[in-house]
């Protein structure tokens, strides 16, 4: 009588512990509306946007420096920048990242705490940064770089937002660079797209 008792209490501990149940998606997409485009702003942007990882707000430089725009059209300045032409915003720890001149930046999205996030240096020459993705989950990043060698190499890295961590985790074959880089949404695993040099096709 104990066992029966025991097997039916853990059959029904089975049964309320693993339940599936179906709802609605929080945003039906019948609520979805076609509207006329809107300008944000009237600047010429040499990278693309990032989205602000609360979805108000997009980031990206033009010859002045990085900005922020929201969905409003309010425009900051974050920092002023060289040439940078890729920015992307950590959904952790809300920190901006872009490439200047081929060095990796991170900033905080009110300009402040600006920090240089070196590679090591290879022959004497330090890479060159080419592209650059968040984890979605995590405060790490994967960049593409150009190492010079006796040859050019592509490879990609990922780096912590301090740079207590760093570590190379691909080398694209010879004749080949990174020309897409993105990460999947669990943050385990990387798509990385191969080019050859000068072609256009990933």
Do not use: H
Request: aromatic content about 8%; some cysteine.
């Amino acid at each position: 009588m104990l066992r029966r008792l025991t097997a039916a209490v853990a059959v029904a501990l089975i049964f309320t512990a693993c339940q599936v149940r179906r709802a609605p998606a929080p945003v039906s997409v019948a609520l979805l509306k076609v509207g006329p485009p809107t300008r944000l702003t009237d600047r010429a942007a040499l990278s693309p946007v990032a989205w602000a990882p609360d979805g108000q707000a997009l980031a990206y430089s033009d010859a002045q420096g990085l900005w922020v725009v929201s969905l409003a059209g309010r425009e900051r300045k974050v920092i002023a920048v060289g040439v940078a032409t890729q920015v992307d915003w950590s959904r952790p720890t809300g920190l901006l990242a872009y490439i200047d001149r081929g060095d990796i930046m991170v900033v905080r999205s009110d300009g402040t705490k600006r920090q240089r996030i070196s590679l090591p240096v290879s022959q004497g020459r330090p890479a060159f940064a080419t592209r650059l993705v968040w984890a979605p989950g995590s405060d790490r990043m994967a960049v593409a770089v150009r190492e010079s060698g006796g040859t050019d190499r592509n490879a990609v890295w990922l780096v912590s937002a301090d740079a207590a961590f760093r570590r190379r985790v691909f080398e694209a074959p010879p004749g080949q660079t990174v020309a897409a880089l993105e990460w999947f949404p669990d943050s385990l695993y990387l798509f990385i797209g191969l080019a050859p040099e000068g072609a256009a096709g990933v």
